[in-house]
């Protein structure tokens, strides 16, 4: 038996998707922060999944990541970020549009770029 604690290697990679990983907490944070201050039931359930996604991700920062692990999650809150429009045209068919933009612009990104 080796008395050497076994670790997770960090590469360069990694470093750029822990990176990125707080940059999309970061804007996912915002995001729900606007969704909490407007109004709307379905928002809530909206905020209460993004939050949902926001906590396994920091659980798993906090765990540590390899490389495929950390690329599946950056895949996968860009894909939530990237389809926010068509899931606010589902939710609310007359206002989802409008309110895809003024949430774009609030967060000043383009969820579209993700």
């Not at 589902?90 to 003024?102: H, K, Q, V």
């Amino acid at each position: 038996m080796s008395n050497v604690l076994p670790f997770k290697r960090l590469t360069k990679q990694a470093d750029a998707v822990s990176v990125e990983l707080h940059v999309l907490l970061d804007v996912y944070d915002r995001l729900i922060s606007l969704l909490r201050n407007t109004d709307g039931d379905g928002l809530d359930l909206l905020a209460d999944a993004m939050v949902r996604t926001v906590v396994h991700c920091r659980e798993s920062l906090l765990k540590g990541l390899d490389e495929g692990e950390g690329e599946m999650l950056v895949k996968e809150m860009r894909t939530g970020l990237r389809e926010m429009p068509q899931t606010l045209r589902a939710m609310f068919p007359g206002l989802g549009p409008r309110l895809g933009e003024s949430f774009q612009h609030k967060l000043g990104v383009q969820f579209t770029s993700y």
